[in-house]
């Protein structure tokens, strides 16, 4: 670190034209001089100095379910921002639009490669629709007539495909049950359902938070007409193989995680990744990159089979707009952090979660599943504890039992890095 300090250093000194800081302070009089040293403590992460700098939530979170509280480097927010990104609304003359194709271009080739895919397109209006998208994209392969979604899949995302597919009667939805032991889905169950007239869809991690086996999923869906894997914590790519690598038709999702924040909920950043086999069952707007007749680097849109591109009835979908500034934000985020930076963040969080685990490991709280987790996972938790927390200014998660009943007094947690040993000592001591 000295060694790059004193190479950088030197730098600035000779494009300063000086021969060192001592010649800079030349003019000053020697008794307004320090003469050694500052007396500060070395190098701070970003995190801790806002934390330093920043008064204390009024509330401490654990709550999770599909929007998730990450640390934003500052420099999301200082590029997002720039007026020429804030405005830029969407390219209805590519030609003239080229920072704003680039940006589409640089976030679909962070997810395809996150995805293991092989190809994204610009973003969708969350993971929720997302999903249902996949859906319709699996009717329009051929052959499909009926949709089989585990049922550790997000709650609100099965509800949303059960809308968009309310109207089409010929198609079936079926849910694929979860092992009440391991919390992973039922490997027997979905290779029952599993055939050339079923598309098949999974959660990884699921919505307890629980890891799935991807190479028994993957050969249990491997009967099916079409297979889709649905990521919610987009953060989990960082440490969790490829979904790509289960050999599934489409991985699709929320990415929210990257560099947005959770708000009041919203909004959200959907992501849609496929094999280059259904580009053109895709919804949505894919951008290319490619050359100008002088040979210069130049973006275009390679497929928009939007209705807003007069499809009309040859529309693949009936989306009117992406999320693009939000999808800008996300390849700020993963340009800052790098494939390493995420995986240290997602490692903060499963090494958070299992802190959480062994605290309150002491206490009747104990895991609901035995399977491994990310950094969500489900503990016996009644609604009276749940509401003396809230009480207390602790959000202690999401309680399960509104959508899953067989799991009536238990509670969704989720740590990430932005929970600190003190939020979890604050949570134990309440208990």
């Known amino acids: 670190m000295d060694e790059t300090r004193d190479t950088d250093l030197a730098r600035l000194m000779e494009q300063a034209g000086v021969s060192g800081v001592e010649e800079l302070h030349g003019h000053l009089p020697a008794g307004v001089l320090l003469g050694r040293p500052l007396d500060l403590e070395g190098p701070v992460d970003e995190l801790s ?45 590519p030609e003239i639009s080229q920072g704003t194709l680039q940006a589409a271009f640089e976030f679909q080739s962070m ?9 994204s397109n610009a973003s ?33 995302y099965r509800k949303v495909l059960c809308t968009y597919l309310r109207a089409m009667p010929g198609v079936k939805v079926e849910e694929i049950p979860y092992d009440a032991a391991t919390g992973r889905l039922d490997a027997q169950a979905a290779r029952d359902l599993a055939g050339k007239d079923a598309a098949l869809f999974v959660q990884q991690p699921n919505y307890f ?27 989990s790519l960082g440490i969790l193989p490829a979904p790509g690598g289960t050999g599934c038709d489409v991985v699709v999702g929320e990415a929210q995680s990257l560099g947005n924040p959770p708000s009041a909920g919203g909004p959200l950043l959907g992501f849609f990744c496929a094999r280059k086999k259904h580009v053109r069952n895709m919804p949505g707007r894919i951008v290319g990159l490619t050359r100008d007749r002088l040979g ?30 939000l999808a800008l934000r996300a390849a700020v985020f993963l340009s800052a952090l790098g494939p390493e930076g995420l995986r ?11 802190a959480l685990r062994d605290a309150l490991s002491s206490t ?68």
Do not use: W
């Open 344 to 354: 240290a963040v997602a490692l903060q969080c499963a090494s958070g979660a299992r």
């Open 296 to 325: 210069r680097r130049a973006f275009c849109l390679t497929l928009a089979t939007r209705e807003q591109h007069i499809r009309r009835e040859k529309a693949t979908s009936n989306i009117c707009t992406n999320q693009a500034h």
């Open 364 to 431: 009747p709280h104990r895991c609901v599943f035995s399977s491994p987790f990310f950094h969500e996972f489900a503990v016996r938790m009644d609604e009276a504890t749940h509401a003396r927390l809230m009480e207390a200014g602790i959000v202690a998660g999401i309680p399960l039992g509104t959508d899953y009943p067989e799991l009536e007094g238990c509670t969704l947690l989720c740590v990430t890095e932005m929970n600190t040993m003190e939020d979890i000592a604050c949570l134990t001591s309440h208990l």
């Open 209 to 235: 938070g629980v890891i799935e086996d991807m190479t028994e999923v993957g050969a249990a869906a491997s009967g099916a007409g079409f297979f889709g894997v649905v990521v919610a914590e987009a953060v």
């Open 49 to 93: 100095l806002r934390r330093r700098f920043t008064a204390s939530p009024s509330r401490v979170c654990f709550a999770g379910g599909g929007i998730y509280h990450h640390h934003i480097p500052a420099v999301v927010d200082a590029v997002a921002s720039r007026q020429e990104f804030l405005t830029a609304y969407t390219p209805y003359q």
């Open 111 to 119: 997810m395809a490669s996150l995805a293991g895919m092989e190809v």
């Open 124 to 156: 969708m209006y969350d993971g929720a629709t997302a999903l249902a998208e996949a859906a319709l994209m699996a009717l329009r392969t051929g052959g499909i007539t009926r949709m089989a979604v585990a049922r550790s899949v997000n709650p609100a």
